[in-house]
């Protein structure tokens, strides 16, 4: 991202914080279909001036020395800090009394729209684009545990830590994502449909236990028939997530859909244990009789979970008979 400063980049307190935002730890690479892929949470932010006492007090006072009002720092680094991250970078941290004023807070980021309460320059002149173009860096997307089908800009930054393309076949590809650790809502704790084994396995480059808890399969949907392919794919997974707990843990986890711009997306369950035939051929048979029984009861509740694949309804989709073809959902 292109920092825009003025007539404060000369400070130090300025400087110096510019300079921490292109720490690699801080400038952290996500995925965007815009031009600027860099996202930093707020949560860094927070962090940083929480353990140098007393330095945001000094960055106010230099910053807003014209100023009537000097706002408490407590209440910047709580509901204004990613505001006021967002103005420095632009060169424009004095109108942040003006955004407390109106309470413009980080809870209303990002402004698609200029608030009819948006500060102005002394000359009048709005500074909302500027601040529109910075602001994606300070409020990447949020993922939505419960959420299905929801839109998204294209201008925000989508916090991976990793993208790796599985494989493709029009019109899906599939990518293993890693989400950053502070944007990921699904956890242990989500509301899956529950595991199945995958036909692809990519080793994961962080530790295990940072990743295991984070790492997610997105199967991006694009060309002719995207649209008439995801909703046929989106009505079996919500079908499939009602059956719930008579399937037990054998389908593969659902955690929602959102579509990115024009890509409709559906993030599911990563499954790393390979094939059922590579993990009877890798795993030595049981033979002590209680493992034995556990084995067979799970082999046989997959017939529960193919006998519900197999009767999924068709649905009421109208399309053409080539179109229906790219968008059939085979057991």
Known sequence: MTAQVGQFDHLPEVYDFLTFLKRPDVAI??????????FTPKTVLQAHFNGQRGLLQQLLNQTLSGERHIPPPGTVLKDFIAVFATLLVIGQPQFLQRFIEQNLCDDR????????????????ISFFDRFRAAQWRFCPLAFRC?????????????PLCQRIQLRRSPPATVFKVVIHEQYDPFGESALATTNVVSDVEVPCNQPSSQCLNRTYVFKEFSGAHAKEAYDKELDAFLHLQKAGSQLGKTIIGFYGSFIYGDTPT???????????????????APEAGEDIIRLWDGLLRLQVALNTIH?????????????RQHSALRG
């Open 311 to 323: 009767n999924i309804p068709t649905g009421t989709l109208v399309m053409p008979a080539e179109d």
């Open 266 to 284: 559906i993030i599911l369950e990563y499954a790393d244990r390979g094939t059922l035939d590579e993990f009877l051929k890798d795993t030595p």
């Open 29 to 38: 690479e996500g995925h965007s279909k815009s031009k600027d892929k860099i």
């Open 146 to 158: 419960d959420g299905v089908n929801y839109h998204v800009q294209p201008e925000y930054v989508l």
């Open 109 to 124: 980021l990002p402004f698609d729209v200029e608030p009819p309460s948006f500060p102005a320059t002394t000359d009048g």
